[in-house]
């Protein structure tokens, strides 16, 4: 997340345009101060709302689990998944040769 002062951007607003952009959050800050978050516009906040887009972000960087995703939309994981998974986003982050690896390591 990127932090944007007030006279940063009354001087150079290309700097939240360029975050936003590249679909990053931006704070926004008055002499240090946090007033507010800038957050890109998509089809997700569109359909889903802001809260859900948020949790799905963290999910898909890494910073929540599926059960953290699951307990803060009030769902159960098994619908978790099910939205992740028509979503397009993986729920199983799973590498084959991984496993293959530790097969022969015991063999």
Do not use: W
């Amino acid at each position: 997340m990127q932090t944007v002062g007030i006279k940063e951007l009354q001087t150079n607003p290309a700097i939240l345009t360029k975050a936003l952009e590249a679909h990053e959050y931006a704070m926004i800050t008055k002499r240090s101060t946090p007033i507010g978050v800038a957050v890109s516009f998509d089809d997700v906040i569109l359909s889903h709302g802001l809260k859900t887009s948020l949790l799905l972000d963290g999910y898909k960087s890494g910073n929540l689990s599926l059960g953290q995703l699951a307990a803060s939309l009030d769902v159960s994981k098994e619908k978790a998944m099910k939205m992740l998974s028509l979503m397009g986003i993986d729920v199983i982050d799973y590498d084959f040769n991984d496993d293959m690896k530790s097969l022969d390591s015991f063999i």
